[in-house]
């Protein structure tokens, strides 16, 4: 109500005003940014300053607390020291694996759920919320509940050796070689869903006159779905990938819940290194490195993006 | 006009009806379309059936080795000590201290942040003053920078105004991390908004608050239902900060149900960890079944334009 009350007056002020010319305005933007003082201090402040604080860093060897003495500044060594850290090169390699195999997987079995989703089906909506439902839970619910469901003694395995299939094996989370299978199934679980909705509402998006066209020229659906439609839909795979890529880059809470980084170090993941070296391990320069790695990519991609873009528009410009 | 056609276009295509290949009588490829979809169907719901039935047996039952079989007994007892009497190292109080942990910080983080992404969207909209849209690219680029590269500075930034493991330092990090999507999300919605509707309530003599509580307000009912299904299970299903930034004493419900199952002393209860589980997941999964197409829509618009 207070609120409210002072509105009333900011506007009889700007109506009294506004005879005298261009004051009124002058009120506007203050109130403005004034209202935007929380987006201010987070774009410039967190989205800005902090990244700037984090990669300043990454050139010093802070341990615990940030060092910013003439002696501390280590220039290019804590990369060095990253790059033959070994516990650091599995994690790259695994968000390679990971990232690779889970955004091939997810993007696939998406589609393909969208398609059979799209044949005119009866329970269209059960489907879609069973498809879905994973997605509103955690990732920390995903890993629990996929760690006891592959669980060697007592999940699957030895359920189904229970059932005269002794030879039966499904504990990729038990060895080094396959744990990362199983959080790539865990994840998946969890994810498909979301893309099956992209996709469904890309396919959904493509124009009707196509399928009669496709049709009159006797094109199989399989093949217009494959080779027609799927093409055209270029937005929602793009919109899916993105979403994947930023996910799998964030990939934390999966791997806490379900192997906690192991067995050993198998399962390290850069953001699990990075929470590592500025917590538990205390080396901060380090673990600055290790995010400025992180952030290598998203920023070498957003660069790409801006710079398509803007050859784009010169191209109109000079047409 | 109802509030259901403001809702932005896009995430509407969602609940267009089907257009795909004309469905013919019941053939072969009909059935195989069905049962493909019912095996996929077992798939998604495999875990949660695990879930329940591993919750209701008693541990002996459990080392029968049948995860999917339904108990021959019937028992509550897990339930009640993952709610009441759960060991988390010393601490045996279950997961209801974590549950109105996160309850305070799901209530207040998502009006706050919300309040503030609607102001935002509605200024960027509005009100651009100079250096807006460079601010809001900075936003919008945020929402693609791997939180790793800033918990750090945020964790200095927090020790020296006293607010790191504190309440109000909680809420602070939810608010910062829902602020690109949430005001991209208002932005664009007021963006979509006629323009005269501004123009007139101006002409009125209708300043910068006046108009965002009178008018915008009432307007953006819709996107708000949206933004709070968004942000109450992004919220709820927080892990990562709620580690980092919360503390002991606002330790919310994921973080104690990660420490209750892998808390190393006596025998593992895995019927009273599922039983957890279920209990954590219990929130966003009722929201996710009440609101329905909402949350389709909530996820569409995240994910479109995050």
């Known amino acids: 109500m207070a609120q409210l009350a002072t509105a009333k007056e900011g506007g009889a002020v700007i109506k009294a005003a506004s005879s005298s010319g261009r004051k009124p305005f002058r009120l506007s933007t203050l109130m403005s940014i004034l209202g935007t003082t929380p987006l201010i201090l987070t774009a410039v402040g967190v989205f800005f300053i902090c990244i700037i604080y984090s990669f300043v860093l990454s050139f010093t060897n802070s341990r615990i607390f940030p060092a910013f003495g003439a002696d501390n500044f280590v220039g290019g060594d804590q990369y060095a020291r990253l790059w033959s850290t070994g516990r650091w090169l599995i994690s790259v390699n695994n968000i390679w694996i990971f990232g690779l195999l889970s955004i091939v997987a997810n993007m696939t079995a998406g589609y393909l759920l969208a398609v059979f989703m799209d044949q005119r089906i009866k329970a269209e909506d059960w489907f879609r919320s069973i498809f879905l439902y994973p997605f509103a839970m955690s990732l920390v619910i995903t890993g629990l509940v996929w760690r006891w469901i592959l669980d060697p003694n007592y999940g699957i395995q030895a359920t189904v050796r229970g059932w005269g299939f002794t030879e039966f094996a499904f504990a990729p989370l038990v060895s080094a070689q396959t744990a990362i299978y199983g959080l790539v199934v865990a994840g998946i679980w969890n994810g498909v869903g979301v893309t099956m909705a992209i996709m469904l509402a890309g396919l959904r998006g493509v124009d009707a006159e196509i399928w009669k066209a496709a049709k009159i020229d006797g094109i199989p659906t399989w093949r217009t779905y494959l080779f027609i439609v799927l093409p055209m839909m270029r937005g929602a795979i793009l919109t899916a990938f993105i979403l994947q890529c930023v996910g799998v880059v964030r990939v934390y809470d999966l791997i806490v819940a379900m192997t906690q980084g192991g067995p050993g170090i198998s399962t390290q993941m850069p953001a699990i290194f990075v929470i590592q070296h500025i917590t538990d391990r205390s080396n901060v320069g380090l673990g600055m490195a290790a995010a400025t790695m992180m952030l290598l990519p998203v920023i070498l991609l957003l660069g790409l993006q801006v710079f398509v873009q803007w050859r784009a528009n010169r191209v109109k410009e000079s047409a | ?306």
């Open chain 2, 1 to 306: 006009m109802t509030t259901e056609t403001l809702a932005s276009p896009a995430p509407r295509a969602l609940e267009a009806g089907p257009r795909g290949a004309k469905p013919r009588t019941l053939t072969i490829s009909r059935v195989g379309v069905y049962v493909f979809l019912v095996l996929a169907a077992l798939f998604f719901l495999m875990p949660l059936w695990v879930m329940v039935v591993t919750s209701l047996k008693a541990m002996p039952e459990i080392q029968l080795r049948n995860i999917f079989q339904w108990p021959q007994q019937i028992t509550f007892e897990p339930w009640l000590k993952a709610w009441d009497t759960a060991c988390t190292g010393r601490d045996c109080n279950g997961l209801k201290p974590g549950f109105l942990n996160s309850v305070k910080i799901t209530v207040v983080g998502t009006a706050i942040s919300i309040v503030i992404a609607a102001l935002n969207g509605y200024a960027l909209s509005f009100w651009r003053y100079k250096g807006a849209n460079f601010l809001f690219g900075l936003l919008v680029f945020g929402a693609f920078v791997p939180y790793q590269v800033v918990i750090y500075p945020l964790i200095v930034a927090f020790r020296e105004l006293g607010i790191f493991g504190t309440f109000p330092g909680i809420i602070v990090i939810h608010t910062i991390f829902g602020m690109p999507i949430l005001t991209l999300l208002f932005r664009n919605f007021f963006a979509a908004l006629p323009p005269e509707l501004f123009k007139a309530a101006r002409v009125d003599g209708a300043g910068f608050w006046q108009i965002f509580f009178q008018i915008m307000i009432p307007m953006a009912v819709p996107i708000t239902i949206v933004a709070v299904i968004l942000q109450v299970t992004g919220i709820w299903n927080d892990f990562l900060f709620g580690t980092v930034f919360a503390g002991r004493e606002n330790m919310p419900m994921t973080v104690q149900l990660n420490n209750i199952v892998n808390t190393t002393t006596g025998v593992r209860e895995y019927n009273v960890h599922m039983a957890a589980t279920i209990l954590t997941a219990a929130v966003p999964l009722a929201v996710y079944f009440i609101s329905g197409k909402w949350f389709v829509r909530g996820i569409a618009a995240g994910a479109v334009k995050g």
